[in-house]
């Protein structure tokens, strides 16, 4: 008798050793949370995604080149800095040269 409880004593100890987290937070119908590196770095991988996927479409769709519209936009501001009055040394240093 006392060989069976010990034997069965065993038997179960070594059941409670193979039991993890896991096992019991699924028995009680819950789930390991998961940490906020692991939400953080998803969510900034959607968000490198969708950079790439919008700078994408947006040189597929582009009506210009990239030296044309730097070239029309500069003049438009030119254009509204002198509408406004700005000083024209003003503009001069802050323009940058267009490669």
Known sequence: MVKDIRKQ?????????????????EAIGLEQRSSAWTSALGTIGIFALG?????????????KSGEDFRSELGDRMRRKADELGMNQDVMNRSQMPVT
């Open 9 to 25: 004593g065993l038997k179960a100890l070594k059941y409670l050793q193979d039991i993890d987290k896991d096992d019991v937070l």
């Open 51 to 63: 950079i790439l996927v919008g700078a994408g479409i947006g040189l597929a769709f582009a009506p």
